[in-house]
């Protein structure tokens, strides 16, 4: 089945250290995004990618990077950097023609830091 | 910066009954995209429905529906006969025309459906 695969579903850190989030569609989608969800709120974007090779920063990005080496794959690294990581983490992926298109997504990752 | 407000964080509804849920949002551009979507208690996000700016005629899916009111930037989502699985917390979404698909979300109403 197509789909959008993030893992894992729990990750727990150590303060000071940097994890990466998987992120994986077999959608043949172009674009990927990232968001951050906190408890009670709205989904806030921290990096997007609309084709291989090239992402850009959304409005949360200190403190995280991505790579897009293929289409398929979208990992995020929270780095030592961000202050406050603890969160739920959403990967979702659409198609760029045009506008106004669904963006799909994945089950998420719950991140603690411990 | 468009900004979209959910003025009701949370909400219940009895079962069959009708629930409206309110969303406006704050632009100064013509075409764009509207969505709500549904978190249920999974977090898995799904879409509910998606409205074209540039179409007067409000969109429908099954049970639910919207009133897209484009000059008071209301963009309101009603669900009819609510369900138990009905419950969930719903966002509401913008996104400009030729932007990059990218999404700006309200904070979410937390719906409950009573039985």
């Known amino acids: 089945d197509g789909g959008i695969t993030q893992s894992p579903k729990y990750l727990f850190r150590k303060e000071g250290q940097n994890v990466t989030l998987s992120c994986e569609q077999n959608?043949?989608?172009?674009?990927m995004y990232w968001y951050r969800q906190d408890p009670g709120q709205g989904l806030r974007l921290i990096y997007y990618?609309?084709?291989?090779?090239?992402?850009q920063k959304g409005d949360i990005a200190e403190g995280y990077s991505v790579s897009r080496e293929k289409k398929e794959s979208f990992p995020l690294t929270v780095t030592s950097a961000q202050k406050n990581p603890t969160a739920f983490y959403l990967c979702?992926?659409?198609?760029?023609?045009?506008?106004?298109?669904?963006?799909?997504f994945g089950p998420g990752t719950r991140l603690t830091v411990l | 910066a468009q900004t979209v407000t959910q003025s009701q964080p949370e909400m219940s509804v009895q079962e069959a009954e009708t629930v409206t849920l309110s969303c406006t949002y704050d632009?100064?551009?013509?075409?764009?995209?509207l969505f709500w979507y549904k978190q249920p208690p999974s977090r898995q996000m799904i879409l509910v429905i998606r409205?074209?700016?540039?179409?007067?005629q409000n969109a429908t899916e099954n049970r639910f529906s919207v009133n897209f009111q484009k000059a008071a930037k209301s963009f309101s989502l009603k669900i009819s006969d609510s369900q138990l699985g009905d419950t969930a917390m719903y966002f509401c979404?913008?996104?400009?025309?030729?932007?990059?698909?990218?999404?700006?979300f309200g904070g979410g109403t937390r719906l409950m459906v009573k039985p």
């Open positions: 979702a992926s659409s198609i760029v023609l045009a506008g106004g298109n669904e963006q799909f």
């Open positions: 959608l043949n989608h172009d674009a």
């Open positions: 990618s609309q084709i291989v090779n090239d992402f």
């Open positions: 632009t100064s551009e013509n075409n764009y995209y």
């Open positions: 409205q074209e700016a540039y179409k007067q």
């Open positions: 979404a913008f996104m400009m025309d030729n932007a990059g698909n990218m999404l700006t």
